[in-house]
């Protein structure tokens, strides 16, 4: 199918840098001190973009949808992009590909997230591929409704809620592309596939979902409605309890922190996700919280709410000082309600050197949470990398992908993060 399209939307792009090496012996907590404090990414507005961006992953996406993608952005401000949906989470089933070409406008910096650039681009024509008679058949199923209305496409970003697609404002980013000349496995099968040959990801192992340990974020991570943030989480298999540290910040190197959320409860192991292959689901009661807030603005707004019942925590707030909300059933400034339950997704994965990674169920887009079983997550937020110093020096994960600043690594590993427009979806 190819259709000639005449459309504009607005993407809005970051670029930031490889990875850079922690000190082996640090503990977890030192790790994120260590990405807070001293993590440099220099954001050149606009961003130079042009080359070729690949996975290095399968990327999983609300639905579920499985897919991998290989963007190249001309200096003359035009692209041509390619995107492999699947059939399962390992990508080694193609269904159809999508080639997109079109242009884009120069980039400005971005009014809603702070270190973004928002651009205007337009597509001009669409080429659909189907691999094999049943994709085709599927393909057709869905396209026939629309084509009484004209196929449509969506530029903007892959909403947790169907329905919400089309109307969706994002302001997060999708999960990044990698340059093209990276000697990343994966990331050079995807640079050399075409519409008719799409890649097929190299077979892997089942990983044992097991979550007991210590993970940390790898980087900094952007979340829907302009939130940045840094997760901490440890898990007692002989107990089946929880403990996680959520750091606030209010910009997106996470270096100006907000506030922090101190959490711990109970969970339980449910069974294979049937959804999702190679994900476990699990179930999560939050039962104990206490709040910090770090800068004025916060603890103003949490002052607005002391002594008063019920509403968050019992005395006054102070800068940097921790108070329990337990006893308040949380902490309505912040949209926090005790006890609480959450139906979770894991897996887990690696990363190109063999580094475990746990991957937990991606926030709904519209801030609320999994708390029923009919909103279990069908897609993955960024990834943690393990940080206890047993598993440390058994898997040597002593290598973390934190942003750096030396000019090698940003020539050698420079990463695109699109903000959660997506180039090219087709409506199906």
Known sequence: VCVCVSAVSVCVLRVSAGPVLLDRSSPCLSQLKHLHARQQVTVQIPPNISGHWVSNSCEVRPGPEFLTRSYIFFPNHTFDALQFYYEDSRCRQPIYSLRVRGGFGPAQASWLVRGAAAC??????????CHGSAAAELVQRRLDPACARQIRLRPDDVHTERAQRRLHQPSGYQTPLHSAKSDDQICQIVASADLHHPPVLPAQSERPVRLDGHWVSVRCEA?????FLTRRLAFHKHTHTWEGEYEHFSDPVCRHPTFSISASGRYTRGDPSDTVMGAVEFTFTVTHMTVTPMDAATTSLLSVFSGRVSVCGKGSWERGVPQDVTSTGGCVALGIRLPH???ELFTIGQDSSGHALLYNGQRPTNGS???RVERRPTSYQPPLIRCDPQHASREGDQHF?????SHTQITGGLVVLVMLHVFMQLDL
């Open 120 to 129: 205007e681009y337009r597509l001009t024509s669409v080429t659909l591929r």
């Open 401 to 405: 992908r934190l942003s750096a600043t």
């Open 369 to 371: 949470s999994p708390d």
């Open 223 to 227: 979340r829907p409605g302009v939130l």
């Open 341 to 343: 339950t959450e139906y």
